[in-house]
């Protein structure tokens, strides 16, 4: 009987030891969810930029948070969030009651994350998006601040810059094509894939275009992940277009670039493609997609500032790539939380968010400073413009990606030039020279 009860008492003092320690593990860690469709690209792009985050960080010992150092824990979640939007707020809600993270990043399609964002948003846990583009998530924060203010955008800008940016560098294109066709009107096809980030995109271009001295020739919304748009380039191709306004974030992205590389269609690609961001999109697209521009983050050669170089070259040599965008998860906690978590010497999201608010400070993708909207209302939306994001242009150019925009960008008149250390000039495909020159 005595044996029994010692090893009983045993057992329990074994179990809480084992209890003990791993709470006194988690006190002495500062946990850090990263939420994305691990499975794609985007995903991994999450997951990598804060891997690199993290282990900058602790290689320095950790995060000071009043008199104490503590580690980065990092916690992956996979959204899946392409495939099934209820995946992404189990993965959101495990994240944060089972794995009790006290950050989140990530986050990549609209429809899933505005779903997220209410998890987090009930949790009242700071959640940093990077990747989705709709202004209404951060629209929300300003109508609903008490609810929303948990939330922050990381990357990209929103989608309404994100167009704006497009038209910059659709018009600088547009002169080339003019000077090099010699055509009086550039005629523009939009291609967008079916989603709701693109959609206030689409709209802002239809009107725009025509302000630019440009005329839209049709619109077309293939599936996100269709696998034969030949219909599409069909009818691009019979609309007499000279330019191609995409807007894609998945892998119809691919299938577009290949199929009109294979087609030569004489327009040009302008705009964004996720895919085309990739190191991978030349070999994905059997090199069918050269001469296909996007707007992009990171290229490598390509210098916003003095932090951009160090960090390309540190992600290309941990993970073999180039980064997407949705690897700013790295500037999200190396640049954002953890000197705010510094600066209040707490874990309190009450003590954070203010901090968080009026910081601004540099990133090797430009510089970070929060809006207000109009009525003076905390957004926690991203600046846009010269002297703070301004994103790059990048093409494809004989198997290597390089920079083309922004190349003495005047953004206003007056306005100092624009442009940064490794840009390149843009190239017009020879086969849409030889169907215009006829």
Not at 135 to 149: G, H, I
Not at 256 to 280: S, T
Not at 354 to 360: A, H, L, N, V
Request: proline letters at 5%; glycine letters at 10%.
């Amino acid at each position: 009987m005595k044996t029994k009860t010692l090893f009983v008492c045993l057992s329990m003092f074994l179990c809480l030891w084992i209890f003990w320690t791993a709470s006194a593990a988690a006190a002495d860690a500062v946990k850090i969810g990263v939420i994305g469709p691990m499975n794609f690209v985007q995903g991994k792009g999450h997951w990598n930029g804060a891997t690199m985050a993290a282990e900058e960080i602790n290689a320095k010992g950790g995060i000071q948070v009043g008199a104490k150092k503590l580690k980065v824990e990092l916690v992956k979640a996979d959204s899946n969030e392409f495939l099934n939007v209820t995946d992404a707020t189990n993965a959101m809600e495990r994240i944060i009651t089972h794995d009790e993270v006290d950050f989140i990043v990530g986050g990549f399609r609209t429809e899933a994350v505005l779903a997220m964002q209410d998890i987090a948003m009930d949790y009242k846990k700071i959640f940093i998006g990077c990747g989705a583009a709709h202004p209404e998530l951060c629209t929300r924060v300003a109508t609903d601040y008490d609810r929303y203010k948990y939330f922050f955008r990381g990357t990209p800008f929103n989608s309404k810059f994100l167009v704006k940016t497009c038209f910059v560098q659709m018009a600088t294109v547009g002169a080339i094509l003019k000077a090099t066709l010699g055509i009086p009107k550039v005629k523009v096809a939009i291609v967008a894939e079916k989603a709701i980030w693109v959609d206030p995109m689409i709209e802002a271009a239809k009107g725009f275009i025509p302000k630019m001295g440009m005329e839209v020739v049709g619109v077309w919304r293939p599936s996100q992940t269709a696998t034969d748009v030949t219909a599409e380039l069909s009818a691009v191709q019979s609309s007499g277009a000279h330019m191609i306004f995409t807007t894609f974030s998945a892998s119809v992205g691919i299938t577009f670039a290949r199929q009109a590389g294979e087609l030569k269609v004489p327009a040009v690609q302008v705009g964004i493609n996720v895919e085309a961001q990739k190191d991978g999109f030349w070999g994905a697209t059997k090199g069918m997609g050269n001469y296909v521009m996007t707007m992009n983050t990171y290229c490598r050669g390509v210098e916003v500032n003095d932090m951009t170089g160090p960090f390309v070259d540190g992600y290309v040599k941990r993970f073999g790539e180039t980064p997407t965008y949705t690897a700013d998860t790295y500037t999200a906690i190396l640049h954002g939380i953890v000197p705010a978590i510094e600066k209040a010497g707490s874990l309190d999201p009450e003590k954070i968010i203010p901090i968080m608010e009026e910081r601004q400070y540099k990133t090797p993708s430009g510089m970070i400073k929060y809006m207000k909207d109009e009525k003076g209302r905390q957004l926690h939306d991203l600046t846009w413009g010269p002297g703070f994001l301004t994103s790059l242009g990048v093409q494809w150019q004989d198997g290597k990606m390089v920079g083309v925009w922004p190349n003495k960008w005047k953004a206003a008149e007056g306005a100092p030039e624009v442009t940064y250390k490794g840009i390149v000039p843009y190239k017009v495909p020879p086969w849409v020279i030889q169907a215009y020159k006829k």
